[in-house]
């Protein structure tokens, strides 16, 4: 079979080779470029260099595992989308391993059309519009139980909350990163982790996890794993920077041999539960410890509050009891002073209406006189006071009179009255003489009190 001058172009540009090199290779390989390729490099990197064992000569470079990196972008660029830039990261990784050899081998369009797709799908990856890690979990979960009649009961959130949870419940995280592309994905599915016995032993020992590698979750964490084949299975122990990984299995593998690996990795890694498991009892216990103190010290606190408000409360009481006592002392010292300035000013008005009826009176007349009214005046208190008036006088003398005395059984207010015949003067006698009230020649008259 003759190759055409076009593709041998294309493999002299693409490898930096000569025309007969290119023609032997498209010859051997019956025109499949492809393995043409990878018979070169084969034959190349199988050959000894020269100063292989004095390293890279001076100027030169130590090229990438260029038929590894050539097959990987070209597998990549026939791949789905979603699955490609674990491909292309590897390529890369492949590619910046060496050094600037991956420049020189592989054409500057290629190069490109790689960095263009890679960043599309980097930004499909990243978008905004991908779900939540706990919804593409539940997702994944209910399509598994659908499709493939699983089991297991899955946990729906994100593989790293998966994992703080079975650590929490002292279990390894069993992990299944899900390729539902491979062709070997619905058969692993459905004979190995749809067998009954796997199905129970990862119920019964472990915690369960499943990602798909379309997702933001899952190819981060296929990624951190280095898995290269799918189906992939992995077994975790702990969470956050503590999380190691105790088992992989990458490629389909039969009921018994996940059960194998799994058995051995939990056999080979129970100490590490019974580590987790005193660690978390030593916590639990802190943390119980703290919490007991804390109770005793918050109700120390509330008894010292309790405390203190009673003491506060007897005090504003007493401060109470002592301002009301102070104010009925201070009410009391206030009306007892008012009581005092009234009975001075009652005294001195009884005194000055004394001095002034003392003034005013008429000389009293002798006895010996003629036309003298003798009267007896008896007080409250028993005294008896004795005094002439003319016959003349009105009863209005008599009651200056007896304003006049010095007496504190004479009240402000009275009225004079006799006895037999019984009698009492009201404001209208007072202008009346005592001839003309029958008061002569003498007479004996009562002092009442008037309230």
């Not at 009892?281 to 010292?304: G, K």
């Not at 409360?313 to 109470?320: E, I, P, V």
């Not at 037999?420 to 008061?439: N, V």
């Not at 008259?445 to 008037?450: H, M, T």
């Amino acid at each position: 079979m003759e190759t055409d001058q076009e593709t041998v172009d294309r493999f002299t540009g693409l490898l930096q080779c000569s025309e007969e090199v290119a023609r032997f290779c498209l010859d051997a390989s019956g025109g499949n470029f492809d393995a043409a390729i990878s018979m070169y490099y084969d034959q190349v990197t199988s050959r000894p260099q020269q100063g292989a064992a004095h390293g890279p000569a001076p100027g030169g470079t130590m090229g990438p595992p260029v038929p590894l990196l050539l097959r990987l972008v070209g597998a990549a660029l026939q791949l789905p989308f979603a699955a490609l830039s674990t491909v292309l990261h590897a390529a890369f990784v492949i590619a910046r391993t060496g050094s600037r050899g991956a420049a020189a081998v592989l054409p500057p369009r290629l190069v490109h059309a790689v960095s263009t797709r890679a960043s599309a799908l980097s930004t499909r990856l990243s978008g905004p519009g991908e779900a939540t890690p706990a919804a593409a979990a539940a997702r994944l979960a209910r399509e598994l139980q659908t499709a493939f009649g699983s089991a297991i009961d899955w946990q729906a959130c994100g593989w790293q909350e998966a994992a703080g949870l079975a650590a929490a419940e002292g279990r390894f995280l069993f992990v299944y990163l899900h390729a539902p592309r491979h062709q070997d994905t619905p058969r692993f599915l459905s004979d190995t982790l749809g067998d009954p016995s796997v199905t129970t032993y990862i119920s019964q020992h472990f915690s369960a996890w499943a990602g798909s590698v379309q997702a933001r979750e899952g190819h981060a964490l296929a990624h951190s794993l280095g898995a290269a084949r799918f189906p992939c299975t992995a077994l975790l122990a702990g969470s956050g920077a503590r999380t190691q990984l105790l088992a992989c299995t990458e490629g389909f593998c039969c009921a018994d041999e996940l059960m194998t690996t799994l058995q051995a990795a939990r056999d080979r890694s129970e100490h590490m539960l019974w580590r987790e498991r005193a660690l978390r009892q030593e916590r639990d216990l802190s943390r119980r410890l703290r919490e007991e103190q804390d109770a005793e010290f918050n109700s120390s606190l509330e008894a010292d509050r309790k405390r203190q408000a009673d003491a506060e409360a007897a005090a504003a009481r007493q401060a109470a009891e002592e301002q009301r006592k102070g104010e009925e002392a201070l009410a009391a010292r206030r009306a007892e002073s008012e009581a005092a300035a009234a009975r001075a000013a009652a005294e001195e008005e009884l005194r000055s209406r004394r001095e002034a009826k003392r003034a005013a009176l008429p000389t009293e007349p002798e006895s010996s006189a003629p036309h003298v009214a003798t009267l007896r005046i008896r007080l409250p208190d028993g005294g008896m006071h004795q005094r002439r008036f003319r016959e003349s006088d009105d009863l209005q003398v008599v009651y200056d009179f007896v304003d006049s005395l010095d007496s504190e059984a004479v009240p402000l207010r009275y009225t004079l009255a006799t006895t037999f015949p019984r009698r009492e003067f009201g404001s209208s006698d007072r202008s009346q003489t005592l001839h003309e009230l029958g008061l002569t020649p003498q007479a004996a008259l009562l002092l009442q009190p008037l309230l």
